[in-house]
Nanobody, 114 residues
Framework: VQLQASGGGLVQPGGSLRLSCAASGIFANIFIMGWYRQAPGKQLELVATMSEHGTLSYADSVKGRFTVSRDNAKKTVSLQMSTLKSEDTAVYYC?????????WGQGTLVTVSS
């Protein structure tokens, strides 16, 4: 099983970034795909998830700025981040939940700084 995440980097406040994650080697039904993040000195927190039927869940702090999407056939999940703030700086982890178990990506660093 492999979760390959990409798209992190350095961006100025107000800018945009897109994260992507591709899952491979998972043959059980995937019911949740999404993103969590962990900022320095803070706990892991939910950013955004989408169920296989399209049910969305967003952290209040990112509503209206971030959009999660997924392609069930390709087993990919993306996070479009706009109007980024310094407090969005964190390591972002791809989350994939199947009927068998939960998987985490390796994490991709997003730094919002001028």
């Amino acid at each position: 099983v492999q979760l390959q995440a990409s798209g992190g980097g350095l961006v100025q406040p107000g800018g945009s970034l897109r994260l992507s994650c591709a899952a491979s080697g998972i043959f059980a039904n995937i019911f949740i795909m999404g993103w969590y993040r962990q900022a320095p000195g803070k706990q892991l927190e939910l950013v955004a998830t989408m169920s296989e039927h399209g049910t969305l869940s967003y952290a209040d702090s990112v509503k209206g700025r971030f959009t999660v999407s997924r392609d069930n056939a390709k087993k990919t999940v993306s996070l479009q981040m706009s109007t980024l703030k310094s407090e969005d700086t964190a390591v972002y982890y791809c989350d994939v939940e199947s009927t068998v178990r939960r998987y985490w990506g390796q994490g991709t660093l997003v730094t919002v700084s001028s």
